[in-house]
Structures are given as C-alpha cells and as structure tokens.
C-alpha cells in the first residue's frame, strides 16, 4: 500500500496502458502503443484534479484504466487502502463499479436511445440495490438535482437538448452515489453558455455531495474554473502537477507554459504565445529522454538522452531537467 493513502481517494502509481500492435499472417506482436506511459497522479478527498493535455495524450485512457475499462500492462491504482487494478491478479475488481462513475463526452451516445429516462436511470439502481423508495419517486429526486423536472422521466433521450442530456447523464452518475466521478470532456460538445451552466452544476453538487473529481479536458480555460489542482499531460505521462493557480500564474514546465499561453485573455492582458513547432510524436515509438525534446525550445543535450521524473520544485512537482541540479 502506498503512503499516505489516508489523504488521497486514489492514488496511480507508474501507470502504463499499452496496446498491441499486431502485424503479418501471424498477427505476432510487434510493437506497442503505449498511451499511457508511467503515469503517476493522486486525487484528495473532496478535491477536483484537471487533467490536461492535448488529444492522444493519453487522459482518456488513463480516466477508463481507472474505472477498469482498460488492462493495465504496468503499475498499480489505489482506491482508498484498495488496490484496484495491477497485473496481478490480486486486484479488487468490484471497488471500482461501487464507487467510481463516469461522465462521457457524447451525451447522446451515451444514453440508450430507445430506453425512456426513467428506465435509464433507475437501471443501475435496480442493478445495486439502490431504490430507496420507489423508481419513479428515486429518479424524479435525482432528476430535480440536475435541474430538471421529474415529469420528464418518462421521455426519450432525443427529446431533450445536449445540455439536458448532459445533465440526465450526471443524474445517472450521481444517483449511484459515488465517491469519485471521471468527467472525460464532459462539457466539450456543449454550447459555451451552456458549459459554465454544466460546470456550475458539477460544482454545486460536489460542494453538496463532497465527491472528488477527475476532470479530463483538452481545455485549460474550462479547467481552471473548476479545478482544485491541475496535472498536465504529455504523451502518456504527468509532467506538472500542482495547485491550479501555481500552475497557470507561473508554468514551469515548457509544455504547460505553451498550454498556459494558449488560454484566451482580454486584450489588455495579452502575453505573447507560444506555439509549439512540429507534432505530437507517435505513442508507438515516444522519443528517448525527454518525450517534449522535439517540441521543447528550452532543450539541452541531455534531454535527449535521460527521461525527467516528478520532483518537487516551486511549490508544485514538475518533471523536467531545467529545474533539476543533477
Ligand atoms: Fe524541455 Fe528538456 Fe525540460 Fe524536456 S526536460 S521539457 S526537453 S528542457
């Protein structure tokens, strides 16, 4: 068991999601995509952790490893004094369906199109012994959480609009009462009026609740409203970690201040961007050292050689030579 497990919900130990690459008659194996790559991250009771990155970095994989959607191939995820997911095969399968819920980002692919919502909703309660009195009566009360009216559990997902859907998706979430809600690009397909109306949401009920969540985005101005810490992602791998306004005030990692640049501000406070040269690299064959090395315009010879880790600097952990004496 890790330490400190006391203060932290879950804890990701040098986490790798890889994925085969099959090729010939055969189908041998002959390489991996490793999307996520030694990703290590912890989330405090009650807390909010952004996770961000640009797409294919690897958040999503990371958030389904968690609720056991994905085989790891290396490392260990802790929930609470529970070890959740490991090679091993002395893992707890069950912890995670009790207390670990996800938000998609399609609402509507995510909700049964010929199911009404109280069908919907009250599925997983039936599943799990949950109905404290009766489905409708359960549901309409998870409904008026959301915002919306009870009466409406009897109609089909096509009938609302993609923040109504958003929301009946957070009731089903929450309804199961989790301790820790994924939310992967939760707020991305909506209408911008419509994302703060969803994230205010999201806020209420955890200040209600006392959730934690893991708020994936490739969005670092949806984040920062609602995230406690932030941790930044890089081809597969946390390579800032810290409380939010440490991370977007004073950026120390290359890549975050390139993400930090990007964020839209008023006129008067604009700073100049940085934009990064080149593509994100293949996942199926990340760069020796360094995985930023060939975007990075700080890089030193090093860099292309020795692989950074998380080490504590300026009041958050960041892993990058730059900040490293040895
Ligand atoms: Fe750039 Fe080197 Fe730091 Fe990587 S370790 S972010 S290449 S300076």
Redesign the pocket.
């Known amino acids: 068991m890790p330490e400190n497990i006391e203060e932290y919900i879950l804890k990701v130990e040098n986490l790798n999601v890889w994925f085969p690459i099959h090729s010939g008659i055969f189908s041998k194996i002959v390489g991996h995509v490793k999307a996520v790559n030694g990703a290590s991250l912890q989330i405090k009771k009650g807390e909010t952790l952004g996770l961000v990155g640009e797409s294919g970095c690897g958040k999503t994989t990371l958030g389904r490893a968690i609720l056991g959607l994905e085989s790891t191939y290396a490392g260990k995820i802790f929930f609470e004094k529970h070890l959740i997911a490991s090679q091993d095969e002395d893992y707890d399968r069950n912890v995670a369906a009790k207390h670990i819920q996800m938000i998609f980002q399609d609402p509507f692919a995510s909700l049964n199109p010929r199911k009404t919502i109280l069908e919907i909703i009250s599925e997983g309660l039936i599943q799990h012994n949950r109905i404290k009195k009766s489905p409708e009566e359960d549901v309409g009360f998870w409904l008026e959480e959301v915002g919306l009216i009870p009466s409406m559990m009897n109609r089909f997902p096509h009938e609302f609009s993609g923040g109504q859907r958003q929301r009946i998706c957070i009731a089903r979430s929450i309804s199961m009462q989790p301790d820790l809600l994924v939310c992967d690009e939760s707020v991305s397909a909506l209408d911008v009026s419509v994302q703060a109306q969803v994230i205010n949401l999201l806020m209420d009920l955890q200040k209600k609740y006392q959730f934690s969540y893991l708020f994936i985005s490739h969005d670092l101005s949806v984040v920062r409203h609602i995230s406690d810490r932030i941790a930044v992602m890089y081809l597969g791998n946390v ?1 800032e970690v810290g409380d939010s306004e440490k991370i977007l005030d004073s950026p120390q ?3 975050t201040e390139a993400l930090v640049s990007a964020i839209p501000v008023p006129l008067e406070e604009k700073k100049d961007r940085i934009v990064l040269k080149g593509e994100v690299p293949s996942p199926a064959s990340p760069p020796s ?5 060939t975007r ?5 010879k ?3 050689s020795d692989k ?1 880790t998380l080490k504590p600097f300026a009041g958050r952990n960041v ?4 900040h490293e004496k040895n």
């Open positions: 390579v990692h290359p890549y050292g360094c995985a930023f090395h990075c315009r700080d890089k030193m090093r860099c292309m950074p892993a990058c030579w730059l």
